[in-house]
């Protein structure tokens, strides 16, 4: 059984920092597409940022220069980077894992940005 487990979420202050994680485990192999996902009440998960098993990076524009997406493949976990935090990046953030033609999703965590 594959399990994505996040952690790293909570309660921040404007232009303060969170670094989340995300560890995959469980009969998964040849991870491709690492990726953060973020939803609000009432709508759909936006992309956040993505890497690819070569490190190729992609963010949502609202995002750029302020997150940084990584990974360790070893550990099989990715890692969001938030600096700059703002009262609209407030979200559950989701981690997601390709791994041939199948997509793994965690159960998300918690980002308050607020004072």
């Known amino acids: 059984q594959v399990q994505l487990v996040e952690s790293g979420g909570g309660l921040v202050q404007p232009g303060g920092s969170l670094r989340l994680s995300c560890a995959a485990s469980?009969?998964?192999?040849?991870?491709?597409?690492m990726a953060w996902y973020r939803q609000t009440p009432g709508k759909g998960r936006v992309l956040v940022a993505d890497?690819?098993?070569?490190?190729?990076?992609t963010y949502a524009d609202s995002v750029k220069g302020r997150f940084t997406i990584s990974r360790d493949s070893a550990k099989r976990t990715v890692y969001l980077q938030m600096n700059s935090l703002k009262p609209e990046d407030t979200a559950v953030y989701y981690c997601?894992?390709?791994?041939?033609?199948?997509?793994?999703w965690g159960r998300g965590t918690q980002v308050t940005v607020s004072s």
């Open positions: 890497i690819t098993s070569g490190g190729s990076t």
């Open positions: 997601k894992s390709t791994a041939g033609y199948s997509n793994y």
């Open positions: 469980g009969s998964i192999f040849n991870i491709g597409v």
